[in-house]
């Protein structure tokens, strides 16, 4: 059965987000233009050999352009394959997380290799220097996700071409950003109701450009596409499930997991990610987890001496997450006296069904929402037990808010209108928890 997300033939248009990140590099980078430039309709809007600068953009931004933008520029100091080669292994030398891999493979070769027969194209250099250049950490990010992913890939006995691929999926996978609205970089910027959408399509904007590219072939394309499914189908773009997720993408999707963590908690990493892991082992490849778990025992151990979490935190985490459901019973509650029946479930049963599997993941790991009063009270003076319990309850919230985009993501115009009495219950907690993380 073909995909129509892969058998399209659409292209990124140069979106205003992405002309402002290209003429703003311009100002600190020499970019040039190699041909002219010309909207669609013919009009010659930059001469050949023009230097770019931020003045260009609305020119620019009013037009579409007949080929996209960066064919027809060069930058100095431009990425290449020897300045992203120096770059990993400044980063296999230095940086905790390559660091970990490169030591557990005993020797830095595996994850270079791959990179040596890794094709770039002039058009993906240019869209990895402005990712470089404007936004950094992203760039980073780009770098460790594909090392994760190689690692991975070489335990899993990966071939030679297989893995070349897996670092292309691993190094490109996040390129759609760069179309992206700034905001969505701000931390404080809650992204809700029908905005979503702009997040869920990144992994598409990402896979187009790979496909533009034309050289890196369709289990490429694939990956990158799939970077943020999960393995109970709870992710997105297409909400795909166990193996309906090709390998590569399975791969890169535990990648991203990995590679955040360690890039979100400088405090213990290690010890929170093994904790996450292990109340979240439907969502996650089991057999490329058995490669990562091993990775965290020793790194845990050499964190727990760090600064743990105050007991009041640990108090307020429980409280926020057992008022969440007490919130949902009641929401129930006030469903069912409103009338709800099976034919109104969607929005409802969703909700339902993710509180349910949490609880049950929470009763695995030996916090069940309702025993957290006696739980804190019996690890009193345990210092390392009431971390692990702190690591499980914010991953719990987290969850509550995975709950949330997905509901909204799915039946946002039920919610919106009040299609029913599910879906008024669903809303009213989706609002609640909403105002719990922002608060």
Known sequence: ???????????????????????????????????????????????????????????????????????????????????????????????????????????????????????????????????????????????????????????????????????????????????????????????TGPSRKHLVAHPITSMLLVREAGVYGRAVEVAVLEHHERMDGSGYPRGLAGQDISPMGQILLLSVLVTAFYEKYLDSPAQQLSLVLRLNHRKFPAPLVAHVLPLLTEESNAQSSRALPQGEQIHSLADQLAKAFVQWEQAKSQWSQGGGHAADLGPFAYVEEGLQALKRALTEAGAHPDH???????????????????????????????IVFGCQRRWHAELEQGSSPGAVAAAQWCDWVRCLQSG
Not at 373 to 386: A, F, I, N, S
Request: proline share 6%.
């Open 372 to 402: 957290h009063t006696v739980l804190l009270e019996h690890l009193q003076g345990d210092e390392q037990g009431l971390a692990e319990l702190a690591y499980v309850l914010r991953e719990a919230l987290w969850q509550l808010e995975h």
């Open 1 to 191: 059965m073909t995909d129509p997300l892969l058998e399209t033939g659409d292209s990124v248009q140069d979106r205003p987000h992405y002309l402002r990140r290209v003429t703003d590099m311009a100002e600190r980078c020499s970019v040039v233009t190699q041909d002219a430039i010309y909207s669609e309709s013919g009009i010659k809007l930059v001469e050949k050999g023009a230097c770019i600068d931020s003045r260009l953009y609305d020119r620019l931004v009013q037009h579409k352009l007949r080929e996209p933008l960066d064919t027809h520029l060069s930058v100095a100091n431009a990425v290449n394959m020897e300045s992203l080669q120096q770059a990993v292994r400044q980063m296999l030398e230095s940086e905790p997380l390559p660091l970990l891999l490169r030591k557990a493979l005993g020797d830095a070769q595996p994850l270079l290799e791959p990179l040596r027969s890794l094709p770039l194209t002039p058009p993906v250099a240019f869209k990895l220097t402005v990712l470089r250049e404007q936004m950094p950490d992203l760039f980073l990010h780009s770098l460790q996700m594909m090392l994760v992913a190689l690692y991975l890939g070489v335990r899993s006995g990966l071939e030679p071409h297989q893995l070349t691929s897996l670092a292309a999926a691993g190094l490109l996978h996040d390129l759609g950003t760069l179309h992206m609205d700034p905001t969505w970089r701000d931390p404080s910027h809650k992204v």
